[in-house]
């Protein structure tokens, strides 16, 4: 029994462990487990070379290899017998392959330790179906959950449809996750954007998670998300629970060496994803943010669609940097033809510093202190973080101007021209930030909440009394 | 050569393969169900289902060279034992309760990494030809810096 390798994608996606077997000059044979074979066309495959070797030696001496793949779907074995023809270090194969190792290895600490040397490219010479590892049937439901494309052109087209329908960039960010789920059965995913900080994104959306998970941050070069920022190209991880635990023994063997790892960083939305795929939301070059999307099926996304998800991710990164410059637009323009919705005319910069007041307390109204720590920039709610950064400041500020003045309403034009919270003059990204802080009140104290009162202008409101405490 | 630690991994039902090369030096490979450490370690017996050994009995017997390589999901534990084919025959009877014990703690062992036990139901277990090598060396495998290293 014969079989074309474009037939055996679900062999390629490192779910069970490969065997590597390749001969000395001096005729010692040597058998070793892969962590991963990949597939580069019909006729070849690249093994990854991330430790100098035994079989690596052996290659050197005598290019002949024999690797045996199991099919996760059927669990047919299968003998690919090989030729070794060259080492890659840079190239579509290699990125692909080393962003993924790096993903992986930054989870576990590893980053730079656990890397990617080269993408060793085989001639695949024959393909045989080992006799005694016989395939099981398989079910339509199972292998349909495997291998049916997912980016299909009437699932775009709906997706479309609901971008088109959004008119707030709350709304797009909500229908394009609405969208993964009910046109391509990704339920669960996130939007990351990218903060004042240089290298440090923020969730800003999310769907399909316990909690939503709106603040979290991940850093450049840091897991999945870190990643993709960092090289701005799609990264898709099958098999994530195996290859972590492969990361993790070898975290062990270095820190057994001495080698120091890096500490661990979480995992993004699911405790336990068995698949992840990020990519960059992308304008010209510019990053506007990374979508990630998680599912416990060990392999969900496939390598056939990343040109699909390369564009996907362009349309959705244009369609979010619109909304951006759209409400911005619009918020301008509507309070200056709108006049001012606060007692304060809008275009006077709130310069002033009026001291921090404790509200007096209401009888049945319940008090809460807020904390804003100058130094690391973020705001404690009796004593629970609450957010950080430029939406710390904008929040510390409106509060402030509330107890101080009595007043609960704001435009997002006051905000820009007040000095003190230090704006980008450029692409400040304002509403995309009170989108943030407005959800992540929503999410962590409901009391305090931010209510948009029409293009460019919002009310603080208050469901409890407040104590602010600024500490150093 | 193999104590009785490593003695106690090998046998503790983890994935097992035997690897072994053609005149040409082509290497060649093939699933092993179960291995048993005999003679205070210096012997290893490897077993295999026959339909598996049909592939690499003409090497073993054609020039002897033989590598086995061991894993264990979830902690990657690996290591490889160097041999030298002494002989081989079909497994006694009283040896399939212990091949079978040994094969089914393996696909034990595989549910943690995410696969059900049923995708591997129809591989042949039994039958087997126990394969019986002379141990030459030992390595370490394990991922990470330190792997090749001698045990």
């Not at chain 1, 000395?24 to 991963?36: C, E, I, Q, R, V």
């Not at chain 1, 080393?98 to 290895?105: D, K, N, T, V, Y």
């Not at chain 1, 759209?326 to 309070?335: G, H, I």
């Not at chain 1, 310069?351 to 404790?358: G, V």
């Amino acid at each position: 029994m014969k079989l074309g390798l474009e037939a055996m994608a679900s062999c390629f996606q490192g779910l069970i462990p490969a065997a590597l077997f390749t001969c000395s000059k001096d005729g010692t044979p040597n058998a070793a487990f892969l962590s991963h074979v990949d597939y580069v066309d019909s006729t070849h495959v690249a093994l990854s070379f991330q430790f100098f070797n035994k079989s690596k030696r052996n290659i050197a001496e005598n290019p002949q290899a024999l690797v045996r793949l199991i099919d996760p779907d059927t669990s047919q074995g299968w003998r690919l017998k090989l030729r070794y023809v060259r080492s890659e270090t840079e190239g579509p194969v290699f990125e692909r392959m080393a962003l993924r190792i790096e993903a992986i290895a930054s989870y576990s600490g590893l980053k730079g330790i656990f890397k990617l040397l080269a993408a060793d490219i085989y001639e695949v010479l024959a393909v045989e179906a080992a006799e005694d590892e016989a395939a099981i049937e398989v079910t339509t439901q199972r292998r349909s959950a495997c291998v049916d494309p997912v980016f299909t052109m009437q699932a775009l087209q709906d997706l479309s449809t609901r971008i088109h329908r959004a008119d707030s960039l709350e709304r797009l960010l909500d229908s394009i996750l609405e969208g993964l789920e009910a046109s391509f059965g990704f339920e669960h995913s996130m939007i990351l954007v990218s903060t004042i900080e240089e290298g440090t994104y923020v969730t800003i959306a999310s769907r399909g998670y316990p909690e939503m998970g709106v603040g979290a941050e991940a850093r450049l070069g840091e897991g999945i998300i870190g990643m993709v920022a960092e090289a701005r190209k799609p990264i898709r991880i099958s098999g994530l629970i195996r290859q972590m635990l492969y990361a993790l023994a070898v975290q062990k063997r270095a820190h057994e060496q001495g080698i120091v790892a890096s500490q661990r960083i979480p995992l993004p939305g699911l405790a336990q994803p068995d698949s992840q795929l990020g990519i960059p939301l992308l304008v010209r070059g510019e990053l506007v943010g990374v979508l990630c999307i998680e599912s416990t099926h060990p392999y969900r996304f496939h390598e056939e669609d990343k040109t699909t998800i390369e564009l996907l991710g362009s349309y959705l990164a244009i369609a979010i940097q619109n909304m951006q410059l759209q409400e911005r637009s619009t918020a301008d323009v509507a309070v200056e033809g709108g006049g001012s919705a606060s007692r304060n005319p809008p275009y006077v910069a709130i310069d002033s510093e009026p001291p921090a007041q404790k509200p007096a307390a209401k009888a049945g109204k319940a008090e809460r202190e807020l904390a804003y720590y100058a130094g690391e920039e973020c705001i404690l709610v009796d004593g629970e973080y609450l957010i950080r950064s430029m939406p710390a400041r904008i929040l510390w500020r409106l509060l402030r101007r509330r107890t101080a003045e009595g007043r609960a309403e704001f435009t997002n034009r006051e905000l820009r021209l007040d000095k003190s919270l230090n704006l980008p003059e450029w692409k400040d990204n304002l509403e995309t930030r009170l989108l943030l802080l407005r959800r992540r009140l929503d999410q962590k104290c409901p009391d305090i909440r931010i209510v948009p009162r029409g293009r460019g202008r919002f009310a603080l409101e208050l469901g409890c009394d407040v104590a602010l405490v600024e500490r150093p | 050569m193999i104590d009785n630690e490593l003695a106690a991994f090998l046998e503790e039902g983890i994935g097992i393969q035997i690897g072994t090369r053609n005149a040409s030096l082509e290497p060649n490979g093939a699933r092993v169900v179960a291995v048993r450490v005999e003679d205070n370690g210096t012997h290893i017996v490897a077993f295999v289902p026959e339909r598996a050994i049909k592939v690499v009995a003409p090497d073993l017997e054609a020039n002897g060279q033989a590598a086995l390589v061991f894993a264990r999901p979830p902690d990657e534990r690996s290591c490889q034992v160097k041999g030298v084919f002494e002989r081989m025959d079909a497994a006694a009877g009283a040896d399939e309760r212990f091949v079978r014990d040994q094969w089914r703690r393996w696909l034990e062992r595989l549910t943690t990494i995410g696969l059900p036990l049923s995708t591997l139901e129809r591989w042949d277990v039994w039958p087997c030809v126990a394969v019986r090598l002379r141990v030459t060396a030992l390595f370490n495998q394990t991922p990470g810096p330190n792997a090749g290293a001698v045990l």
